[in-house]
């Protein structure tokens, strides 16, 4: 499949007294991005299934999970009833046959499986694997908090994705996560990526909207896809 430009608002970032209001917001968004922290697998600690699942009546937009947690085949198929897409990390499981089991069990339950990897963990392991996720989530700064420096280095892995892809003629997609704004989205936009999570640049803004077409624009911009 063609590249793509989906933004995702990570609420991360949002007033959580008044989440309903900060998804109304950034409405001009594709996606809405739920990191979900517990304290072990990341040194902080967000909210859980209750939290996430308040915002299901107040957005019909897709629901993208990104947990970031130890034991994922504990809690991880628990979101997939409510949630579009649901990503555990790598390091979370033992190795990759266990990510791709946890993966079908996902989709079996009627969700999108993805799979996340940090910034020093190799991609190589996936590339033979891309078939069983819906999305690859390339962490572009340690997990555990918002407002963090993009790391450009963690581009070539996006690239290496982009090219295998390609040539299975796969619908997986690429999701970018941290210190995504105007220009590191144009940045991952050339290396290949279709989902650009964004916290800070949107919620901190004076208007979230505006933020996220500006993203958007970036992207489509370096890549010419006016896709959706
Ligand atoms: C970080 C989270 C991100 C976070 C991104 O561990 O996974 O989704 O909200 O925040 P920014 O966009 O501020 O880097
Ligand atoms: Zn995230």
Redesign the pocket.
């Given at each position: 499949m063609t590249q793509r430009t989906l933004i995702a608002p990570?609420i991360?970032?949002a007033d959580f007294a008044n989440l309903a209001a900060d998804v109304a917001r950034a409405d001009n968004a594709d996606w809405l991005?739920i990191?979900v922290?517990d304290g072990h697998f990341?040194p902080n600690l967000s909210f859980g299934l209750p939290v996430a699942k308040s915002l299901l009546p107040h957005t019909d937009k897709h629901l993208d999970v990104?947990l970031?947690i130890e034991d994922p085949q504990r809690w991880a198929p628990d979101y997939a009833a409510d949630f579009d897409s649901v990503t555990f990390h790598l390091e979370a499981v033992e190795d990759i046959d266990a990510a791709v089991e946890l993966a079908q069990e996902l989709r079996a339950k009627g969700t999108k499986a993805g799979v996340s990897i940090k910034p020093k963990t190799a991609v190589e392991p996936l590339l033979d694997h891309l078939a069983s996720f819906d999305q690859i989530l390339v962490?572009s700064?340690?997990?555990?908090?918002?407002?963090?420096k993009f790391m450009p280095e963690v581009l070539s892995k996006v690239e290496a994705l982009r090219s295998r892809i390609d040539a299975d003629g796969l619908d997986t997609l690429i999701e970018i996560?941290?210190?995504?704004g105007v220009e590191t989205a144009e940045q991952s936009a050339a290396a290949g990526v279709d989902v650009y999570?964004?916290?800070?640049?949107v919620y901190?803004a004076n208007d979230p909207a505006a933020a996220v077409d500006a993203i958007r624009q970036a992207a489509d911009g370096a890549t010419g896809a006016t896709a959706r």
């Open positions: 990570s991360l970032a991005h990191d922290m990341v990104h970031m962490m700064v340690e997990p555990g908090f918002g407002g963090q996560d941290g210190g995504i999570v964004a916290g800070s640049s901190g």
